[in-house]
T-cell receptor
Framework: EAGVAQSPRYKIIEKRQSVAFWCNPI?????LYWYQQILGQGPKLLIQ????????DSQLPKDRFSAERLKGVDSTLKIQPAKLEDSAVYLC?????????????FGPGTRLTVL | TQLLEQSPQFLSIQEGENLTVYCNSS?????LQWYRQEPGEGPVLLVT?????EVKKLKRLTFQFGDARKDSSLHITAAQPGDTGLYLC???????????FGPGTRLSVLP
């Protein structure tokens, strides 16, 4: 079974530029998550989708971050414009269904450096 | 906003030693999950606990969920270099929403 795929693996941009990350979850997984992990910290949930609907985006900085999952499968996360403090690893995860017992399967992440 | 604290932040031990790491909150969670993360990779689930007082064992790892479902512990017996990594706890509400991760305990097991 293929895991969660993310691209690119690394991205370096200058502040005020835009960047987009792509995630393809495990086939059949209805729930998709985007996390931001700053060096030395635990992952912070940015947005959670159930199929193509948003379940939780309370910690997404909506003035600069956006995410979509139009067909309920793959997803993109965009930052526009980027700030220095956005430097982090962006992790995508998926789970079979919504619920506190469901295992989240994580992708390898995209490491973003904003100069 | 629910918060999870983990202690210790860093732990360096010799192979064969035992250790316990802790995950604490002032909030009640419907479930607590423990993940291990290695450099350059995403976290991998170790266990999910959902019942207050629950104890789960996974080979040399023992997980406990506090009676009030506000805290959890992970005990490793006879640690091995392969146990090295970042141990993260994560809590969720009853609907599987509002996932909150702790800052992690970075464990280093020296041969």
């Amino acid at each position: 079974e293929a895991g969660v795929a993310q691209s690119p693996r690394y991205k370096i941009i200058e502040k005020r530029q835009s960047v987009a990350f792509w995630c393809n979850p495990i086939s059949g997984h209805a729930t998709l998550y985007w996390y931001q992990q700053i060096l030395g910290q635990g992952p912070k949930l940015l947005i959670q989708f159930q199929n193509n609907g948003v379940v939780d985006d309370s910690q997404l900085p909506k003035d600069r971050f956006s995410a979509e999952r139009l067909k309920g499968v793959d997803s993109t996360l965009k930052i526009q414009p980027a700030k220095l403090e956005d430097s982090a690893v962006y992790l995508c995860a998926s789970s079979f269904a919504l619920g506190p017992r469901n295992e989240q399967f994580f992708g390898p992440g995209t490491r973003l450096t904003v100069l | 906003t629910q918060l999870l604290e983990q202690s210790p932040q860093f732990l360096s031990i010799q192979e064969g030693e035992n250790l316990t790491v802790y995950c604490n909150s002032s909030s009640v969670f419907s479930s607590l999950q423990w993940y291990r993360q290695e450099p350059g990779e995403g976290p991998v689930l170790l266990v999910t606990v959902v019942t207050g007082g629950e104890v789960k064992k996974l080979k040399r790892l023992t997980f406990q969920f506090g009676d009030a479902r506000k805290d959890s512990s992970l005990h490793i017996t006879a640690a091995q270099p392969g146990d090295t990594g970042l141990y993260l706890c994560a809590g969720a509400n009853n609907y599987g929403q509002n996932f909150v991760f702790g800052p992690g305990t970075r464990l280093s097991v020296l041969p």
